[in-house]
Nanobody
Framework: QVQLVESGGGLMQPGGSLRLSCAAS????????MGWYRQALGKQRELVAT???????NYVDSVLGRFTISRDDAKNTVSLQMNSLKPEDTAVYYC?????????WGQGTQVTVSS
């Protein structure tokens, strides 16, 4: 069982930056593939970025060059640095941990980009 707790969301003006963090419980965090997903109002949840247990990263095209995902296995954390924010980045952002058939989600943190 893995528990995920996100933090760092909030209101930001277009062009600004936010950093999301996800703290995970459990001693085998380092074996999990981790990811950030988001769900805008009235839309389906979509993948934003993932980082595998070996450190390989993947991003949705719309955030390439603006967002960076990273993990710290010593601290059981995964982060999402979001730069050059746009209004279309507004959504609830969810942390995800995946290993085989195990799939865990955090409670989500709201990110609002508006002037």
């Amino acid at each position: 069982q893995v528990q995920l707790v996100e933090s760092g969301g909030g209101l930001m003006q277009p062009g600004g930056s936010l950093r999301l963090s996800c703290a995970a419980s459990g001693s085998i965090f380092r074996f999990y593939d981790m990811g950030w997903y988001r769900q805008a109002l009235g839309k389906q949840r979509e993948l934003v970025a993932t980082v595998t247990s070996s450190g390989r990263t993947n991003y949705v095209d719309s955030v390439l060059g603006r967002f960076t995902i990273s993990r710290d296995d010593a601290k059981n954390t995964v982060s999402l640095q979001m730069n050059s924010l746009k209004p279309e980045d507004t959504a609830v952002y969810y942390c995800n941990a995946h290993l085989g058939v195990a799939n865990y989600w955090g409670q989500g943190t709201q990110v609002t980009v508006s002037s």
